[in-house]
């Protein structure tokens, strides 16, 4: 039986809020992947910090290596000549209760939430899954509160050269990230409308307020 085209990406509001909630206490999300495992077949380089101490006892040192431009003790698993994570063994996760946070915070509706979307090859099958996904709305604030992010992303994307180089994400899946943590300041605001450079340092501030706490 193949898979239903749509996925039910649940309540934007409720998603929104969880979203946000585990982004700032860098903490695991509920996410219905079902048996989708697009992103350990992604080429994805997984991150894991020297404090996730029972997930690095379960994976071979020859695996991980030192991550670029990170303080000592963070590393990176990388992945087989076909995309693979090494962990993924006979379709499924041999390490699922204990894999990595960044395995357990990945959340693919980010892409859909945003509207930014993911290029290359390797990542077609997140974009299908991604696409696939469609949130519920239950009324015009939660529409709006839709529009802000995407508002964002928007903002963020098309506004590149006003950010100095290491302010802004270099990769989709951050830069979904970082419109979804100030997307509050597009629910009032006509980007095109309001002072470009000082909605930068409104950003950049309200991205320094989120990590900071
Ligand atoms: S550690 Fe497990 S969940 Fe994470 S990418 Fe590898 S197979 Fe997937």
New binding site residues.
Partial sequence: MSAPLELNAGNFSSWLSDTRTALKNDAETEVPCGDC?A??TSS?F?HIKPTETDTLSH?LDELLFPAPGMPEGNVL?GYDEQG??????NG?????EH??L???S?DCRIFPATGIQISGKDKRLITQQAERWKFDFANTDEMKAHQAVQKAASFLKSKSQLFQPDELPGNPTQLAIMAIEVSDLFLNEDPGRSDEKEMVKTILKEHNNVHSV
């Fill in positions: 495992t992103c350990c994805y997984i994976i698993m693979h994570c090494p962990m993924l063994k499924a996760c041999s390490i699922y894999r990595p960044t395995c357990r990945y």
